[in-house]
């Protein structure tokens, strides 16, 4: 079976600390995702990755960094952790191709910056 | 631009009474277009696609959704709600430009179905 993990459900943490987000997929998925979801927004996406050590921005880049090393981990990074990042953060993985392939989503992150 | 539209934030249905959540878009070019779930405390599962053919697009736990290219539509539909349906529906088209492997997704629903 598919599975996307991110490595904390829940995370507490304080303003200008730097804050590492964890995601990892075991289907051996090129393209790898980062969301967050607010309530009447949506999903915007953060950033994405391509391949290893590639990515580009989405819709929302600012304040935050990403890092992959390796095929099946997408790490989010919040360089500053500030009070409006607090929300819930959503990894996927998708194959590589024409786009038109399922995403598949980790459980997601509920992050709080206080 | 690629976008979608929810145009509402909450369907409430009986339970055993047919479900629509309403899903509209504008795009450049051939509209692909996706339905996703969810579930409290979950992440987003797949539901259905359309990417070409018939208009009419079956997936999973019973729902479908109608393509409707003169409205620019993509709704969800089901038959006959069941309170396990309550969820966070999202419609999502796919991006253009750089990132083909995108998704552009809407606001969400929320479906309430009461027993």
């Known amino acids: 079976d598919v599975k996307v993990t991110q490595s904390s459900r829940y995370l507490v943490k304080r303003t200008g600390e730097k804050v590492f987000l964890e995601c990892v997929q075991d289907?051996?998925?090129?393209?790898m995702f980062w969301y967050r979801q607010d309530p009447g927004l949506g999903l915007r996406l953060i950033y994405f990755s391509y391949d290893v050590k590639m990515k580009e921005k989405g819709d929302i880049p600012e304040g935050y960094s990403v890092s992959r090393e390796k095929k099946e981990r997408f790490s989010l990074i919040l360089e500053s952790a500030s009070t409006n990042q607090t929300s819930m953060y959503l990894c996927a993985s998708t194959m590589g191709g024409t786009g038109l392939n399922i995403q598949y989503f980790g459980a997601g992150t509920r992050l709080s910056v206080l | 631009a690629q976008s979608v539209a929810q145009p509402e934030d909450q369907v409430n249905v009986a339970e055993g009474n047919p479900l629509t959540v309403k899903c509209t878009y504008s795009v450049s070019g051939n509209p692909y277009l996706f339905w996703y779930v969810q579930y409290p405390n979950r992440g987003l599962q797949f539901l259905l696609k359309?990417?070409?053919?018939?208009?009419l697009v079956k997936g999973s736990y019973g729902f479908e959704a109608e393509f409707n290219k003169s409205q620019t539509s993509f709704h969800l539909k089901k038959p006959s709600a069941l309170v396990s349906d309550s969820a966070l529906y999202f419609c999502?088209?796919?991006?253009?430009?750089?990132?083909?492997?995108?998704?552009?997704f809407g606001t969400g629903t929320l479906l309430a179905v009461q027993p």
């Open positions: 289907m051996d998925h090129e393209n």
């Open positions: 999502a088209v796919r991006g253009l430009g750089g990132a083909t492997n995108k998704l552009i």
């Open positions: 359309y990417i070409t053919g018939d208009n």
